[in-house]
């Protein structure tokens, strides 16, 4: 089948190609998919780049988490799919033709192949930063880098659990943070001073997404550091905040644990209910390299996704 394959670390552009490679199978607790569209997430230019230390496959291993596709084959144990059905979810070597997910939802046929191959990651992710920090409807959280392909989607998943959301962005996404309904403040030098400007009441939570702002200066936005949580900076896990890592791929008990399954059913629900509505840039997988570079740069709105 047609994939992009990497066996080295290096730069994103040089450490893959597109070849060909065999197609992957479906194992007890997991199904096949002929992929449709597939998410970038920073993660799989690390995981390319050599970057993710043990959380590296071995290679050579084709990169991609997010996929949306219509099931091709149902593994052992799997009852509520059946080949023909269309789906998205989480899955590795999902930048390739066909790909495995361990955990997935049924996709509504009115949301965009490309849309929900933007969701999975990102909302397993929000979904997991919110909990751990026990968000309540009520209350007021600030979002450091809400208009990337998590940080976009942390805000529509906390704004649907009943917070109100101040969200930092470039200056040319200020605009986009508005649309998906936080209040927007500038990242960068003097961001504290912005955001107390327009939360004179106070916080009560920080979503570090980025991974830019220093662990201190998110702590003085709250009252105490446990109420910090990032998905992108374990020093806030060593000032006394929370830190939390990407879940690695997961068979079925551990899908279960993890609440894997859940969070695409939350996902499927929050996309058919226009609760969720993500910006993509999509390139076809010919275009990988440039669509990768898009990714890297660190200025994306919503998410770049790759059509096989
Ligand atoms: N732990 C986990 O489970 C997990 C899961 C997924 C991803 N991640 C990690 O989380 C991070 C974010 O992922 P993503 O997919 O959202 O990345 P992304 O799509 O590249 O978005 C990056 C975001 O950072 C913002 N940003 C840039 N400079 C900033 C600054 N100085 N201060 C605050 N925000 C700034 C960008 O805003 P502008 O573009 O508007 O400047 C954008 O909103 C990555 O490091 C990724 O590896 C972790």
């Known amino acids: 089948m047609r994939a992009l394959t990497y066996t080295t670390s290096g730069a994103p552009a040089e450490g893959f190609h597109l070849g060909q490679t065999p197609e992957p199978h479906a194992g007890p607790g997991q199904v096949r998919i002929r992929v449709h569209a597939a998410g970038i997430s920073p993660l799989d230019r690390?995981?390319?780049?050599?970057?993710?230390?043990?959380?590296?496959?071995?290679?050579?291993?084709?990169?991609?988490?997010?996929?949306?596709?219509?099931?091709?084959?149902?593994?052992?144990?799997?009852?509520?799919?059946?080949?023909g059905d269309e789906v998205f979810g989480l899955g590795s070597g999902t930048h390739a033709a066909h790909a495995v997910l361990f955990a997935w939802a049924h996709k509504a046929p009115q949301i965009d192949w490309s849309v929900a191959a933007a969701a999975p990651?990102?909302?397993?992710?929000?979904?997991?930063?919110?909990?751990?920090?026990?968000?309540?409807?009520?209350?007021n959280v600030f979002v450091d880098g809400g208009s990337g392909g998590v940080g976009a989607v942390a805000v529509q998943v906390a704004l649907d659990r009943g917070l109100g959301v101040v969200a930092s962005a470039g200056?040319?996404?200020?605009?986009?943070?508005?649309?998906?309904?936080?209040?927007?403040?500038?990242?960068?030098?003097?961001?504290?001073?912005?955001?107390?400007?327009?939360?004179?009441?106070?916080?009560?939570?920080?979503?570090?997404?980025?991974?830019?702002?220093?662990?201190?200066?998110?702590?003085?936005?709250?009252?105490?550091?446990?109420?910090?949580?990032?998905?992108?900076?374990?020093?806030?896990?060593?000032?006394?905040?929370?830190?939390?890592?990407?879940?690695?791929?997961?068979?079925?008990?551990?899908?279960?644990?993890?609440?894997?399954?859940?969070a695409m059913a939350h996902a499927a629900d929050l996309l058919r209910r226009n609760a969720l509505v993500i910006k993509v840039q999509t390139f076809p997988l010919e275009r990988a390299a440039e669509a990768y570079a898009r990714s890297t740069s660190g200025q994306v709105r919503g998410k770049v996704v790759l059509l096989p």
């Open 46 to 83: 690390k995981t390319v780049a050599g970057e993710r230390g043990e959380a590296e496959p071995p290679t050579p291993a084709v990169p991609g988490i997010d996929a949306a596709g219509t099931v091709d084959e149902v593994g052992e144990g799997v009852s509520d799919v059946s080949v």
């Open 121 to 139: 990651l990102a909302v397993e992710t929000s979904q997991r930063a919110l909990g751990l920090i026990e968000a309540q409807a009520g209350q």
């Open 171 to 262: 200056q040319d996404n200020q605009d986009y943070l508005r649309e998906i309904g936080a209040v927007p403040v500038l990242h960068g030098e003097g961001l504290l001073e912005r955001v107390r400007a327009v939360a004179p009441g106070g916080l009560d939570a920080v979503l570090d997404i980025a991974g830019k702002t220093p662990a201190e200066d998110l702590a003085a936005l709250v009252s105490h550091l446990a109420r910090v949580v990032s998905i992108a900076n374990p020093e806030v896990a060593e000032r006394g905040g929370i830190f939390t890592g990407p879940t690695p791929s997961a068979g079925p008990d551990e899908r279960e644990e993890r609440g894997l399954g859940q």
